[in-house]
């Protein structure tokens, strides 16, 4: 061979080399992320969820890539969009309660991590807490008898209030359960309910002028994605109508809520990236206990309660995990 000859045919394996390596360098993972919501609405809940995989090693446009599909409260639309998602493939589906019921649903192979304020058991994504022994496990931020102690820290605050409106969805899937928990206490606390369906942002204020017609004494917004994507729309009207609200998640209060006893999304959001990074670096679903709520928070929200002309016990304020001026 020419000497020539010889240094061209090096030179071009040399400039191979860097393309061949590239070729075997393992692609970017990609994360399906399948929500009921908007993104608007679930914002600083992503933002702990991105947290949580950076906790675990993992940053979105370094090392893995995220693949947002969300319903906009259109639960219909999330079977399509987990098949979207299963097609493409991704590594990991990451969902909320509607998503986490729609990607099992279309995968029993592409690992699933939820967040859900429902018993996983109940619902049928996991068949034990301990150990879930399939493709799914998730933070469970669902603690027993909630509604009703929410009603009873109502009844401390406003304990004149005899008829309490309580706003449920009936597309969530446990609505039916928590109704029925609202109901029994509501009866052992000497409480009349009106019951008001509200799953659709026209149902919101459609509740509100049924509110405004019936006059109840206060409202309880029962534990439901759909309802806390809702918050302002919520707390803007309960202001408007005077009416003392006790809600289901924290943020509603920091939007001008009055009161709310809840586990914090924010935590389990963080936690389902943590498990989600977990996953990715191999661990096994069904090897991963579902996490369990560890405290619950009572926030309070004095301004709310000033403008309502309220005067909050001392107990109950005592109680209180946070208290926003």
């Known amino acids: 061979m020419r000497r020539r000859s010889f240094i061209t045919l090096l030179s071009g394996a040399a400039a191979a080399w860097p393309l061949a390596a590239r070729g075997q360098q393992p692609a970017m993972p990609v994360i399906g992320h399948l929500h009921s919501g908007s993104p608007n609405r679930w914002a600083p809940f992503v933002a702990a969820f991105r947290d949580g995989l950076k906790e675990a090693g993992y940053v979105e446009g370094q090392n893995v890539a995220i693949e947002f599909r969300w319903a906009e409260d259109h639960d219909d639309r999330l079977p399509a969009l987990a098949a979207d998602l299963v097609r493409r493939p991704v590594a990991v589906i990451v969902g909320n309660t509607p998503g986490a019921l729609?990607?099992?649903?279309?995968?029993?192979?592409?690992?699933?991590?939820?967040?859900?304020?429902?018993?996983?058991?109940?619902?049928?994504?996991?068949?034990?807490?301990?150990?879930?022994?399939?493709?799914?496990?998730?933070?469970?931020?669902?603690?027993?008898?909630?509604?009703?102690?929410?009603?009873?820290?109502?009844?401390?605050?406003?304990?004149?209030?005899?008829?309490?409106?309580?706003?449920?969805?009936?597309?969530?899937?446990?609505?039916?359960?928590?109704?029925?928990?609202?109901?029994?206490?509501?009866?052992?606390?000497?409480?009349?309910?009106?019951?008001?369906?509200v799953g659709t942002g026209s149902e919101i204020d459609a509740a509100f002028a049924a509110v405004a017609q019936q006059r109840p004494d206060a409202l309880i917004v029962t534990a439901d994605p759909f309802l806390t994507a809702r918050r302002y729309q919520i707390v803007a009207l309960a202001a408007r109508y005077a009416l003392p609200t006790i809600y289901a998640a924290r943020e509603s209060v920091v939007a001008g809520g009055l009161m709310s006893y809840s586990t914090s999304l924010v935590d389990a959001y963080h936690q389902k990236g943590i498990y989600t990074g977990r996953i990715l670096k191999g661990?096994?679903?069904?090897?991963?206990?579902?996490?369990?709520?560890?405290?619950?928070?009572?926030?309070?929200?004095?301004?709310?309660?000033?403008?309502?002309?309220?005067e909050v016990p001392p107990m109950l304020l005592a109680r209180a995990d946070e208290v926003i001026e």
């Open 102 to 197: 729609a990607a099992k649903a279309a995968t029993t192979t592409i690992p699933i991590v939820f967040s859900s304020g429902t018993d996983p058991v109940k619902l049928g994504l996991v068949t034990s807490l301990s150990r879930p022994a399939s493709n799914v496990t998730g933070v469970s931020f669902f603690a027993n008898d909630l509604e009703a102690k929410r009603l009873g820290l109502l009844h401390e605050l406003v304990p004149q209030a005899t008829v309490i409106a309580a706003f449920v969805n009936p597309n969530f899937p446990d609505a039916a359960d928590r109704l029925t928990e609202l109901q029994e206490a509501a009866r052992t606390l000497g409480k009349q309910m009106q019951v008001l369906n």
């Open 283 to 310: 661990a096994k679903p069904g090897d991963l206990p579902v996490v369990q709520p560890t405290r619950l928070e009572l926030v309070i929200n004095l301004g709310t309660a000033k403008a309502l002309g309220l």
